[in-house]
């Protein structure tokens, strides 16, 4: 039987062991280094003894080794395609592109510039329309699993529209139809009445974002005043602690903050945070406004190394970065105030990507700009978590066919996995 490593498979060295993850099915396994040694050899020269055949009997059956001739690359496009016919549907709901924040690098205060509606909170006749809309595109794809992201701008300061929003949908549990809630927010405004209030249409997680230790993420979460936001932020998530609401903290790092964050992780730790919180470190994504605002540079990857230690050592619950979204996938979109529809959150307000209008029926009949693998990806041993990158840094940036997350894909999976399986 001809066989070879699948071309999905990445191997991290971990002292006298190798952790395996195969980045399309998602398998994870660690073997010793010698019997990859051993396991190379009868790749290479098919004499082996019995012990090194079972390991290999055991690899081939998470597909960590498939036979020489497998099309591996249609793996991966089922993977992709079947999430059309998955019966969930994913909607980020924006009642506002407002925000009580002036962060520098931020994704959407860029693309507002071009919006009609960045400044608007959607009307409470508008809300309903759109979940009317919505409730009957559910029903008529016969979906059985809605989930809502609250995003913004600041979902917070659209926090009426959200539960008009979410009291409108909430029938839909009537058809049978699953529904849950999650948020994306600064925190600043989180109060614990707004958490009961979301709390009793099904929210499950809230996302904030950290950047460092008060005196760095307060130079780069800054509210519209100027001031900074750390102390009041910790206050308000602190609620969480007591709630059945997951709290993920996300952080973005580029060379400026990075340097700091094992100085935040102590902090979180000393407030119990590492108890309550799944934490997320996510490289800064240029700006349509400042490509030079990085996290995807070799100079802020250097730092990932001391980070995933601490987060290691601190017992941190922390999640492997990811850049396979929703993009491309039909029932994956955004509803923006004004009523239009777009393929993801980070298009969403600007202007010539919208790809519908609940105010004129829904989607347009072609629905354009629906993500496309280039065919270099397929054979990458990250497709499975990378996808082909960030479809609108892509875009915006007009970076075609020279665009590669690779480098930071690589260094991100390499700490997570020694981190977390590692000795
Ligand atoms: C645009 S914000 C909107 C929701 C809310 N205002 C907040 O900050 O959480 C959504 C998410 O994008 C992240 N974000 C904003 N700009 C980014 C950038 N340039 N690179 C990476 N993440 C970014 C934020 O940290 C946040 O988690
Ligand atoms: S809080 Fe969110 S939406 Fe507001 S400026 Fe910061 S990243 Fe952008
Ligand atoms: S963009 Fe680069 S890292 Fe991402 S899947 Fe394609 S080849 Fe791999």
């Not at 290691?312 to 619950?317: G, M, T, V």
């Not at 072609?366 to 990378?386: A, F, N, Q, T």
């Amino acid at each position: 039987m001809k066989i070879r490593w699948s071309k999905y498979v990445n191997f991290y060295n971990s002292n006298d062991d190798v952790i395996l993850f195969h980045s399309v099915n998602r398998a994870v396994n660690k073997i010793m280094t010698k019997d990859l040694e051993k396991i190379n050899a009868y790749l290479r020269d098919g004499i082996t003894d019995v012990d090194t055949k079972n390991i290999i009997s055991e690899l081939y059956v998470d597909k960590f080794i498939v036979l020489k001739e497998e099309k591996e690359e249609e793996e991966f496009r089922k993977v992709r395609e079947g999430r059309d016919a998955s019966g969930e549907c994913l909607v980020y709901f924006i009642p506002t592109f407002s925000c009580n924040f002036r962060c520098p690098y931020c994704i959407v205060e860029s693309t507002e510039h071009e919006a009609e509606c960045h400044s608007e909170i959607a009307s409470a006749d508008d809300v309903v329309t759109m979940a009317v809309w919505l409730k009957e595109y559910v029903l008529e794809r016969g979906l059985k699993k809605l989930t809502i992201e609250l995003f913004g701008g600041e979902p917070m300061v659209g926090h009426e529209q959200n539960l008009i929003f979410l009291k409108e949908l909430s029938t839909l549990k009537e058809e049978g139809i699953e529904l849950t809630i999650h948020m994306i927010s600064n925190c600043y405004l989180l109060t614990e009445k707004k958490i009961e209030e979301l709390a009793q249409y099904g929210l499950k997680s809230i996302q904030c974002t950290i950047d460092g230790p008060k005196e760095i993420h307060d130079k780069r979460r800054i509210l519209a005043n100027g001031e900074g936001s750390f102390d009041q932020i910790i206050e308000n998530i602190s609620i969480l602690k007591e709630k059945e609401v997951e709290l993920i903290i996300r952080i973005n790092i580029d060379q400026e903050n990075a340097p700091y964050i094992c100085e935040l992780l102590d902090f979180l730790e000393e407030k119990g945070f590492q108890k309550s919180a799944v934490l997320g470190i996510a490289p800064v994504d240029p700006p349509i406004t400042n490509e030079a605002i990085s996290g995807h540079t070799a100079h802020t990857m250097k730092y990932l190394e001391p980070i995933y230690k601490k987060l290691k050592e601190k017992k941190f619950n922390f999640r492997l970065w990811e850049t396979f979204c929703g993009h491309g996938t039909r029932d994956f979109f955004v509803l923006c105030p004004d009523g239009k529809l777009y393929n993801c959150p980070s298009f969403a307000g600007l202007k010539g990507y919208e790809v519908g209008d609940v105010n004129a029926g829904g989607f347009y009949k072609e629905r354009p700009g629906m993500h496309d693998i280039p065919d270099k990806c397929y054979s990458c041993s990250l497709v499975g978590v990378c996808a082909g990158g960030c479809f609108f840094t892509k875009t915006v940036h007009q970076l075609g066919e020279q665009y590669c997350l690779k480098l930071t894909h690589s260094a991100m999976a390499k700490n997570y996995f020694l981190a977390r399986y590692g000795s």
